[in-house]
Every structure is written in structure tokens, then in C-alpha cells.
């Protein structure tokens, strides 16, 4: 076995119900300790349902889990009771899209990170103050003393998502989970929450995984980028990798949809259709209706995985092929 | 001619309309098929009883008085003046309903109106109408009826009026708040900004969306309203004797408790398995109506 | 001497029954002049005034006919109460809305301007009525308007939009997806023919690989129909790729107007700079080192004195913090414009025309 921090080995997530969604399709995926990787993809492609995997936070009755999970050597997947409770908060914790959502309304900011530190280690209310005072400075809170006794309420939404973080790292956890933490901010805000993210990473040291729709979010936090679509992986590799050398071709009608480099005016290379429903288990490649470069065996089978190099890949016939679309 | 993008993304179940929709959510929800059939039957028993051939339900024998349930004649027994409990149970359920639906109906169509115009309007109007309804609200729902019934004098044309004075004010909320809702959403700007009058915006986009949620809670209203009016006879200050109805027919067996206690409960039972029923039926009626699930 | 060249687009055909261009090629096709709006916030029993939201306060500019004006700013900047108040969903406190020469209140009764402007909103399911079919509502306002055939015109831009009037007529919003919504709404809004359509975040909600089939349907909508777009988003690389000119707001105040090319090479507002320095790299090798702004931006309500960026702003002086700069041309003539101290040799700015920002 490797230093691996998370291993998520064929996982497979599927809705029951009133109608069957096939979330999450085979994936597999390592984080090292101290790397923050991306998981980029657009709504419904699984990202968010990976994140709440790892947490364990699905509804167990409508939900048919398949596969393996380890996060530090702890398999996730049989965890239950008091160990589920130590292993949310201390091993992993989450910051959320909403801040205003997720923390509660009628106690001070101080309290409430507080009580979070009280609940996983056994040091009196004096210490736990002081620990949330701690945190408060370490996500640069101005005036941290003030900003202890405020109330959600009173914060700003940068605030409100600095204290978020400070929550989820009160109890140093070793993987932090960040759910589009920054898509309800403005742009002045989320490049410093971003940056403050990164360095909160390098302080730390734990292993994050953040999950985004934005390429540029994910440029600027991560070293390592896992393109998603249809519950399933469908690129992976380093950063600089996947925007330099875009293989899949998913991935690439990502980067030219973020416009950043689009000439103006000019008619967008836009991919057509929208994404699959899910309804039934993918048996072919999920992208193929949408992709311009599609063949027969591409609807006739999943599509062979290439791996150029250790930590790699793409899943797609044309993956050797660089960069061909005309 | 441009090119269009290619839409070959799957839709759902080929178009169909709202209601049809609704229709095939409640046929698969058995428990509200359920209230629904047992509120089904006790109306059309109350509406077809004279030809159901059962005895006078004004008709009393001074030897035949309080038999109890299962007597030869009289299935469900006989009251403390000896008239057929079957009947006047069937014969009450005419009254009992009537007072206790009408009053709802009313308040649905007054207070819905009065709270989707504050809810549509905002402001001073909104103001007003709001305020006004709020003194209502000053009062326990039993205690005003009690006190403008009382004020109008026995009677059941008293008892719809102060029934559905009281029932006012919390529809008027409810549809206000509703109103409120939609009014803050962008179709209704949209509508707005394509010129349409502030009652063509009401009637084609505001109604069909805030009607069914009122609709439901009228519905859990009406066995409210039943209770009360129940309360009201109880007290002698509604259905005047020797009509039957539940509530009165419960105060009037309310002596004969000791003697013959199953026989006695048997109007408050048809109380409490008609709102009990009305009351399943608004929640089933409730997540049938829910569009998006 | 040839006169045939087959590169010249075809004429833009006006949609039917547009209503005819009254003030020439040359008359802009809106203009706003110190439009202000302020929304009292109350509070208590009585419902007493407590303070004021000045959401919109004295904001200037033209839409020349034919081109796409990008509006650009940060939550409570007031790019969506300005929307608002160019369809007359809201009333303006004070200030000019001018339509093709015409006077909104005077010669331009809200009518008529409800039938030259439309609007897209950002929320795809919020916009449409959950009770109507895609036709009905398309429909809806060519009807209100008293336009003959409203059907047939509503499935003629059916088709147009790219939903297949055969299969979608029928359906109900909740039946198709977020981008097939996002057509629904542009084909109510051109259904009763407008000339200038307002689009408020209109692509902001869509998946990026959607957005880019939305942003090419809206420009063949534009040469097509020879429509006027206001185009509103937080997305700078979006505002860039649709716009001819570009807008910036601040806390209710224009700061920056230039043609997009001008801004995109040099931002003239620091507040603009900053903005622009916010948006995320896209290379690896070479990501944003430091925020270009610290905190968020001020509330609206008590807005600062002077000029409202002055307490984030790196190159403040005494004269931000009590005179409000006006909104005046970099050159003489020039199109790009800013609000800013720094540009005013005359403002006592200890650094006015150092070329501090570049």
C-alpha cells in the first residue's frame, strides 16, 4: 500500500426511488496527503454526490453504495455510530456552498466553533474559546476578538465563508471537503477566498478535494484536476496537464466554453446537446451523443482507459491523439 | 440560415396536463382513495336518506328509549327519546356537512380573494387588509364563534354567518403569503413587463399557481369547521333540537352516558372519522398537487 | 465598377410588427441620464422609514442602436435594479429614460416602452409560469400586446430558438432542462417584437458547455432580427466575448464606460482594475499571487461619502473621501470614460495623472 490519503476504489452510487439515477458509475480515485485536486464538472455529473460519499452523508435507504472507500487506512463505507461521528469533524470536514445555510443563526460564531472543537476533544470551554480565536486569526478575520461574538447574521458573505473554513479546520482534520465554496461569492471575494484556501492547504498540510464547474477555481486552488461527466472520470492528471494538454474530448469543449481565450464574436465551438439522464448504468462512452469526434465503438462499448502516464488518464479512444478538433 | 444546436437530449414523459397529472399521483395513494370514497359515501347518504328506507328520524317512542346498539328495528339503537339512531345519524350528516363545509367555502372564496389582492398589491393595501384581519387573530377561533353567534342569536343561518367570519382571517393569511410568494417570482415581472394589466396578471398567472395551495388548506379547514359547528349545537347556541345533527345529538346523549355509553359516542365518532378523513384527504390532495418531485 | 460582394452579411430583417426606428441611425437607441432610484428600508411596528438602499444613484449612459452594451459589477451594485428600471418594473425616482428619441413619462407612454424593451432573467424556472405550456407563455405577451396570430408567431420562434414546436408546444417548464428553458424565456421576450433586449445574468445559470450554445443563439439572434442587446453578468470573459462596450458599477454608480477592447488592454478605474485582476488565471505557471482587494463590498445602505470606492482603494487621497468624481472622457472626445480622481488633473489628487494603475 502508498501513503494514499483517500482511495476510492470502483465506487458506484445509485439513487432508488421514484426513478433510479445512476450517480456515480465506476469511479476510481486516489488523493496523496498535503495534494488538493480539483474535481471539475457541470451540474449533475456526480461531483457533489463523490464529496457526500466520503462524508457518508447519503440517505442510506435510497441509496445503493458499491465499492470501496479509505480515507487514512479507515474504510469509510462500514462506519457507523460514534465512529462515524469522530470520523466527520477530526479525519474530515466540509465547507459548504452557503455559509448562511450551514452554520446556525442563534449562536455566535465563537460558540459555535467552540462547541465543534468541545465535541471531538475533551479541553474545557476557556481552551475552546481560544481555539476558535486561533482559527478566526488564521483565516485572517479582521479584529478576530469582535468578530467572536458576532452572529452569522452580522457577517458579511466573505465573513461568514472565512468562518466556515475556520470551523472545518478547528479539529485539523487531514481531508477537507469544499463544495463550491466560493460560486455564491462575488469575484473580488472568491480570489481571496481562494487564495486564503491555498494557503490554509501549505499551513495545514491535509489533502483537499474541491469541487467545481469553474476551470479557473480549479487553476488557481488545485495541483491536480479530475474532469467528471456522467459519474464517471472521464480525465485526470496534473493541472498544468489538463489545461495544457487536453486530451478527452469533454475537457476540451470545457476550456473553449470558459471563453477566456474565445474571439470575440467569433461563433463559439459550443457542445451541443446537454448531459445524460442517468437513468440506466452507462455501457458505452456517456459522452458520445454530445461529442464531435465519436465513432461506432464508441456506442458500442465503455471506452478503453489510457494511462500515459503514473498518475494519468483519460478515457477515451482518441486520448493518444493530441489535440485534433477542427 | 444558421445552424441550430442539436437538442436530441431526452425529455420526460410525453406532455400531459397538470390535472391529469394530479389525477394519476392520487390514483396511486390508496389511503387518501380511502378518506376519499368514506367522505364520498357519508355525503351521498346524507343527500339520497329519504329514499334510503331507513325509519323517521323525528319519530320518538317513550318505550323504546335509549335500546342499545344491535336492537331488532334499530341497528344502531335508539336516542333518549327513543328515535332511530341510523337515521338521525344519516339524516344528521345533511346538517352536520352542510354547516360545516358552507362556511369554508365561503371564507375560501372571500378570504382568498381579500389576501391574493394584498398579497398581488403590497403596500398600504396590503397594510390595511392585513391589520384589519390581524384583530381576528386577537381571539381563539372558538371563542369569536361562540361570541358572534351568540351576539346573532341560535340559529343555522347565524352559525354559517359567524362560521365563516371566523374562518376569514386565516385564509386570507394563508392566501396573502402565497400571493406574497409568487408575486416576488420573475414570471410575474415578465408578465408585468409584456404590458398585461394587474388583473390579467392575477387572473392567468397568479390564480392557477396560489389556488391549490389555499384549496388545501381550506380543505384541512372544513374539518375544523365541522368540530366547531358540533361545538356550537353542543352549546345550544347552533342547530336548534330536534334536528339532527352530530353535535347536537351529542349533547343531548351526553346524560344517557352512564347508561348506555357506546350508544353515546356514536355521533362524536362520525365527527371524528369525518375530519379525520377530510383531514387525510388535504395531505393526500396536498402532495398530489406538488409539481416538482 | 463591381458592386457584388458576396461577403456582406444579409441584411438584418426587423422582427414583425417591430415598431418603425423613429429617430434614425444615428439616435441612440437608449439613453439614461442620472437615473436614481432609492429603496426605503423599514423596520418597527409602524413600519417607519429606518434608512435608505441608494441602489441606483445617478447613472449616465447610451445604447447606440445595433450594438451590446456589457454591464458588469459586483452584488448590490445596482446592474439589476437598473434592468428593472429600463422595463418600468420599477419607477424611477428622478432622472431620463429616453427610447429612440422619446421621453419615457413624456411622448413614450410605458406601453410603448414595454414594446421596445424585453427582458431575459437569470432564473430559467422562476421566469416561466409552472401552469403554462412553453406556447402558451410565449404567446402570453404578443396576445397582451393585441399582435395578430399570437400562436403561430410564438411557434414560428419556436423554431427558432431551436425547440422543435411539434414536441415542445405542449410541455410544461418542468418537463425540459435548464437551457431549454433559458430558449423558452428569449423566445417570450422577442415574441412581442422589442428592439432592445435587456438579458440580466441570462447564461449565469447554465452549465458552461450550454452557456456557449445560448451565447451563439443569441448572436444570430442579434445579426438576424438587427436587435439591441443590454447584456448583464458578473462573468467578464461572457461580457467580453458578447459586447461592443462595456459598463462597470460600483455601490450604484457608473465608474467605467469604454469600448471592450479599450478596457480589456487598459482599465482606467481602480475599482475596474481590481475587478478585472479578481478574475481567475487560466494559466498554472503563473496564478494570481494576491487578492487584489481585501473584504467585501461596502452595503449599499450609507454608501461612503465622496467617492464610494475610496475605503477599498489603494491609491485614496484626502479629496476621495469628500468629492464625488465625475464621470468624464480619459481623452478629449474619447469613448472610454472613467470616474476617477486619478484622471483629473485638477482634483487635487496628489497622484492624478501619474499613470499610477499601469
Not at chain 3, 422582427?15 to 437607441?29: F, V
Request: charged share 20%; aromatic share 6%; glycine share 8%.
Amino acid at each position: 500500500m502508498t501513503t494514499n490519503l483517500v482511495d476510492i476504489r470502483n465506487l458506484s452510487v445509485r439513487f432508488t426511488g421514484a426513478r433510479t439515477v445512476h450517480a456515480i458509475n465506476d469511479l476510481t480515485l486516489t488523493l496523496q496527503q498535503g495534494e488538493t485536486l480539483a474535481l471539475l464538472g457541470e451540474s449533475g455529473s456526480g461531483k457533489s454526490v463523490t464529496l457526500k460519499t466520503l462524508l457518508r452523508l447519503l440517505p442510506p435507504k435510497r441509496t445503493q453504495i458499491d465499492g470501496a472507500i479509505e480515507v487514512n487506512g479507515t474504510d469509510v463505507l462500514t462506519l457507523s455510530g460514534r465512529k462515524l461521528q469522530a470520523y466527520r469533524g477530526e479525519e474530515v470536514s466540509m465547507v459548504f456552498q452557503e455559509p448562511g445555510l450551514a452554520l446556525d443563526p442563534v449562536y455566535t460564531v465563537g460558540d459555535q466553533i467552540a462547541e465543534a472543537v468541545m465535541r471531538h476533544k475533551r479541553i474545557s470551554k476557556v481552551e475552546a474559546i481560544s481555539t476558535a480565536l486561533d482559527m478566526l486569526r488564521r483565516v485572517r478575520i479582521p479584529s478576530p476578538e469582535r468578530r467572536l461574538k458576532n452572529y452569522p447574521h452580522e457577517l458579511s458573505g466573505g465573513m461568514l465563508q472565512r468562518v466556515m473554513i475556520a470551523l472545518a479546520l478547528a479539529c485539523r482534520p487531514r481531508l477537507l471537503l469544499a463544495d463550491e465554496p466560493t460560486t455564491a461569492l462575488d469575484a473580488t471575494v472568491q480570489i481571496q477566498i481562494l487564495l486564503l484556501l491555498r494557503d490554509l492547504q501549505k499551513e495545514f498540510g491535509m489533502g483537499v478535494i474541491f469541487v467545481t464547474h469553474d476551470i479557473g477555481v480549479a487553476v488557481e486552488v488545485s495541483e491536480r484536476i479530475a474532469v467528471m461527466y456522467a459519474g464517471q472520470i472521464v480525465e485526470e492528471g496534473t493541472t498544468r496537464e489538463i489545461i495544457k494538454d487536453p486530451r478527452h474530448p469533454y475537457t476540451r469543449g470545457l476550456l473553449a466554453a470558459n471563453l477566456h481565450d474565445a474571439a470575440r464574436g467569433a461563433r463559439l465551438n459550443a457542445i451541443p446537446g446537454a448531459p445524460p439522464a442517468l437513468e440506466t448504468r452507462p455501457d458505452a462512452c456517456s459522452f458520445a451523443p454530445r461529442c464531435p469526434l465519436a465513432e461506432d465503438r464508441c456506442r458500442a462499448a465503455l471506452p478503453p482507459v489510457h494511462v500515459p502516464n503514473a498518475r494519468r488518464r483519460v478515457a477515451c479512444i482518441h486520448a493518444n491523439a493530441p489535440l485534433a478538433v477542427g | 440560415m444558421t445552424a441550430i444546436d442539436p437538442l436530441d437530449m431526452p425529455v420526460t414523459e410525453a406532455g400531459k396536463g397538470y390535472w391529469s397529472g394530479v389525477g394519476a399521483r392520487l390514483i396511486r395513494d390508496p389511503l387518501t382513495l380511502i378518506c376519499m370514497s368514506v367522505i364520498a359515501l357519508l355525503i351521498l347518504s346524507a343527500i339520497f336518506a329519504p329514499w334510503l328506507g331507513l325509519g323517521d328520524p323525528y319519530k320518538g317512542s317513550m318505550i323504546a328509549r335509549l335500546k342499545p346498539i344491535g336492537t331488532p328495528g334499530h341497528i344502531l339503537g335508539t336516542d333518549e327519546q327513543g328515535r332511530d339512531m341510523l337515521a338521525r345519524l344519516i339524516y344528521g350528516g345533511r346538517l352536520t356537512l352542510f354547516i360545516g363545509l358552507t362556511p369554508v367555502v365561503l371564507a375560501f372564496f372571500i378570504g382568498g380573494t381579500l389576501g391574493i389582492v394584498a398579497g398581488y398589491a403590497g403596500g398600504w393595501v396590503n397594510t390595511l387588509i392585513m391589520r384589519t384581519v390581524d384583530v381576528f387573530f386577537a381571539f381563539p377561533s372558538v371563542l369569536l364563534a361562540i361570541a358572534i353567534s351568540g351576539a346573532l342569536g341560535a340559529g343555522i343561518v347565524n352559525s354559517l354567518v359567524s362560521l365563516t367570519i371566523v374562518f376569514i382571517p386565516p385564509l386570507t393569511r394563508v392566501a396573502e403569503a402565497v400571493t406574497s410568494g409568487v408575486r416576488a417570482l420573475d414570471y410575474i415581472d415578465a408578465a408585468r413587463a409584456s404590458g398585461a394589466s394587474a388583473l390579467t396578471v392575477i387572473r392567468v398567472h397568479v390564480i392557477g399557481n396560489v389556488l391549490s395551495p389555499i384549496f388545501v388548506y381550506a380543505t384541512s379547514l372544513t374539518s375544523v369547521c365541522m368540530i366547531l359547528a358540533a361545538g356550537l349545537s353542543f352549546l345550544g347556541i347552533g342547530v336548534r333540537p330536534p334536528e339532527p345533527e352530530w353535535g347536537l345529538m351529542l349533547n343531548t346523549l351526553r346524560s344517557a352516558i352512564y347508561v348506555n355509553p357506546w350508544l353515546s359516542a356514536l355521533p362524536g365518532l362520525m365527527i371524528f372519522i369525518t375530519s379525520l378523513c377530510l383531514n387525510l384527504l388535504s395531505d393526500g390532495v396536498r402532495s398530489a398537487m406538488n409539481v416538482r418531485d | 465598377m463591381s458592386v457584388t460582394e458576396p461577403q456582406t452579411p444579409p441584411l438584418p430583417t426587423p422582427l414583425a410588427d417591430s415598431a418603425p426606428d423613429k429617430g434614425g441611425p444615428a439616435q441612440p437607441l437608449l439613453i439614461v441620464r442620472d437615473l436614481q432610484k432609492y429603496f426605503p428600508v423599514r423596520g418597527g411596528i409602524l413600519g417607519g422609514k429606518k434608512a435608505v438602499v441608494q441602489a441606483v444613484d445617478g447613472v449616465s449612459f447610451e445604447v447606440r442602436k445595433g450594438e451590446t452594451l456589457g454591464i458588469v459589477g459586483e452584488s448590490g451594485c445596482g446592474k439589476s435594479t437598473t434592468a428593472r428600471l429600463l422595463i418600468g418594473l420599477l419607477e424611477k425616482d428622478s432622472g431620463e429614460i429616453i427610447y429612440d428619441g422619446q421621453d419615457l413619462g413624456g411622448a413614450l407612454s410605458l406601453r410603448d416602452l414595454r414594446r421596445g424593451v424585453q427582458m431575459v432573467f437569470q432564473d430559467s424556472y422562476a421566469s416561466l409560469n409552472p401552469r403554462l405550456t412553453i406556447e402558451d407563455s410565449i404567446a402570453f405577451g404578443a396576445r397582451i400586446q393585441g399582435l395578430s396570430d399570437p400562436v403561430g408567431r410564438a411557434r414560428k420562434l419556436m423554431d427558432r430558438v431551436g425547440l422543435a414546436p411539434d414536441r415542445f408546444a405542449q410541455r410544461y417548464p418542468h418537463e425540459v432542462s435548464g437551457g431549454q428553458r433559458q430558449r423558452i424565456n428569449i423566445a417570450r421576450a422577442l415574441a412581442m417584437s422589442p428592439r432592445l433586449v435587456v438579458l440580466d445574468e441570462a447564461v449565469s445559470a447554465l452549465d458552461k458547455s450550454v452557456e456557449a450554445q445560448v451565447l451563439n443563439l443569441l448572436a444570430d439572434l442579434r445579426r438576424e432580427f438587427g436587435l439591441t442587446y443590454i447584456f448583464i453578468s458578473h462573468d467578464l470573459n461572457v461580457v467580453r466575448y458578447i459586447s461592443d462596450r462595456i459598463l462597470v458599477m460600483y455601490l450604484g454608480e457608473v465608474v467605467e464606460i469604454a469600448p471592450v477592447d479599450d478596457i480589456w488592454s487598459s482599465q482606467a478605474h481602480p475599482y475596474t482594475k481590481s475587478l478585472f485582476s479578481a478574475m481567475p488565471s487560466m494559466d498554472p505557471d503563473n496564478r494570481t499571487k494576491e487578492p487584489p482587494l481585501a473584504g467585501d463590498p461596502p452595503n449599499p445602505i450609507n454608501p461612503p461619502p465622496g467617492c464610494r470606492f475610496h475605503t477599498r482603494c489603494r491609491f485614496v487621497d484626502s479629496v476621495c473621501k469628500t468629492k464625488v468624481p465625475a464621470l468624464r472622457p480619459l481623452t478629449a472626445g474619447g469613448q472610454h470614460m472613467a470616474a476617477c480622481h486619478l484622471h483629473d488633473l485638477g482634483s487635487g489628487h496628489k497622484l492624478a495623472g501619474k499613470d499610477v494603475l499601469s
